[in-house]
């Protein structure tokens, strides 16, 4: 069992170096907007909750950019959360609904004052 967990482990890792290389070989400079350490950059803008901000930033009240290459839907109201890199998305995956209560009690007061 342990075997096939790292052999899983192995295979993820290489697809992902192999999408990052091809997306990194057909784009001029280190690869469109998301740099070098994105696997996949999407090709079309990605609608997330929001504005695509991070949900962990979001809920500390900051605003970070996520361009949706690493995202979440949730499975309760279908709703897209992006995520600006794994460890926050890893982080959220701990306690999901705990996070995303104080996501959205933070936004309603980032919106507030936005204007």
């Known amino acids: 069992m342990e075997q096939l967990k790292s052999l899983c482990i192995i295979v993820a890792l290489c697809l ?4 990052s290389a091809q997306t990194a070989s057909t784009t001029p400079g280190i690869g469109r907007s998301g740099g070098i350490w994105k696997a996949a950059v999407p090709p079309k803008s990605m609608r997330g909750e929001f504005d695509n901000l991070d949900p962990i930033g979001v809920a500390a ?6 361009d949706c290459s690493l995202n979440w839907v949730s499975p309760d109201d279908g709703k897209l959360y992006c995520f600006s890199s794994g460890t926050s998305l890893e982080y959220f995956l701990d306690k999901p609904q705990a996070m995303l209560e104080r996501a959205r009690a933070s936004w309603r007061t980032m919106s507030e004052h936005q204007d």
Not at 16 to 19: K, R, S
Not at 61 to 66: L, T
């Open 16 to 19: 992902a170096a192999t999408a």
């Open 61 to 66: 009240g900051a605003r970070i950019k996520a």
